[in-house]
């Protein structure tokens, strides 16, 4: 996994959810726009204060996320 600079996880801004630079932009906000067909340059404009490297970060994050693996233990 290559280190994202990118994306910050602060409990006290938007839920703790991850964010595009402290913003209050999600990777989900972001991954639902792509998902919905959104090109990057759209995605742009809607968020002109973004930048191409805030979208893919939030790309890899959420693949990366899928690959995660959870386990759930019991208490011995």
Do not use: F, H
């Not at 938007?14 to 639902?32: A, E, L």
Request: hydrophobic residues 40%; proline residues 4%; aromatic residues 6%.
């Amino acid at each position: 996994m290559q280190t994202l600079t990118r994306i910050t996880l602060d409990p006290d801004r938007m839920g703790g959810k991850p964010c595009i630079r402290g913003m209050r932009v999600t990777v989900g906000t972001i991954i639902g726009l792509m998902a919905s067909g959104a090109s990057v340059g759209e995605v742009l404009e809607c968020y002109p204060y973004l930048e191409a490297e805030d979208i893919q970060e939030a790309l890899a994050y959420a693949a990366w996320r899928t690959e995660e693996v959870e386990v759930n233990l019991v208490a011995s």
